[in-house]
């Protein structure tokens, strides 16, 4: 080791030699990623650093020892799952009438009387996808339904009724690897979340996740197992 580390850094490395999970909690510029390139260089043992951004990552990558893959989350995925699906990335998705049309989405009057256009039950339903993709969850709930100010439960209820099916066909969509599906535009979670379910492994024996507090369900769901 190039420095002598702190008195918490030694005990984070004896916790990390123990083979049990562990968190490191401390404030910016702590330096956890050093505690983690500390640990690391204790093993032999192939490990897995997951970055919170390209940046990060192609730094770790710069200085952790060589027996640690580092990427960011949607780095694993890509390699994974997304490589699959690259042509739906960067091509704008539908949004609006024009995902409504797709959807053949109808009127629909809530039983409060509010009466919800195609075009609204159409962005519902991405919104829908999106919340679906940030959790850890293996299928859409009426939990991943917007919530929408001064709805009763009941309402809220059967409004996700009407919502489920049609974020299920813009995920079903966005599933299929055909090019004349939907594109997912800037999005990078789809494939990771297709990654989450469908168990993919990181690669080593210890998993490094950085920035975990920021960090999706979707992720935190394949490291800790």
Not at 25 to 32: D, E, F, I, P, Q
Not at 159 to 178: F, G, H, M, R, S
Not at 192 to 210: N, S, V
Request: glycine share 6%; proline share 4%; net charge positive.
């Amino acid at each position: 080791m190039a420095f002598k580390p702190t008195g918490e850094q030694e005990a984070c490395i004896e916790t990390f030699s123990t083979g049990e999970s562990m968190a490191i909690t401390s404030g910016a510029g702590a330096a956890k990623t050093t505690t983690c390139k500390l640990m690391s260089q204790t093993t032999k043992d192939r490990g897995s650093y997951i970055a919170f951004n390209a940046s990060i990552a192609a730094e770790a990558k710069a200085t952790f020892s060589r027996n640690v893959v580092c990427k960011t989350s949607h780095g694993f995925a890509m390699g994974a799952v997304g490589i699959n699906y690259r042509h739906k990335l960067g091509k704008p998705p539908l949004y609006g009438k024009a995902l409504a049309t797709f959807l053949k989405a109808q009127a629909f009057k809530l039983p409060n009387d509010v009466m919800l256009a195609p075009w609204a039950i159409a962005r519902m339903a991405r919104e829908t996808v999106q919340k679906f993709c940030y959790s850890a969850d293996e299928h859409i709930t009426a939990w991943h339904v917007p919530f929408t100010p001064n709805l009763e439960k009941e309402t809220h209820a059967e409004l996700a009724q009407l919502i489920i099916p049609y974020a299920n066909t813009i995920w079903n969509d966005y599933c299929k690897v055909e090019y004349f599906t939907l594109n997912w535009g800037r999005s990078h979670d789809p494939y990771l979340k297709m990654a989450q379910l469908k168990g993919i492994k990181l690669p080593g024996d210890f998993f490094m996740l950085d920035e975990a507090q920021d960090t999706n369900a979707s992720l935190k769901s394949r490291t800790a197992s």
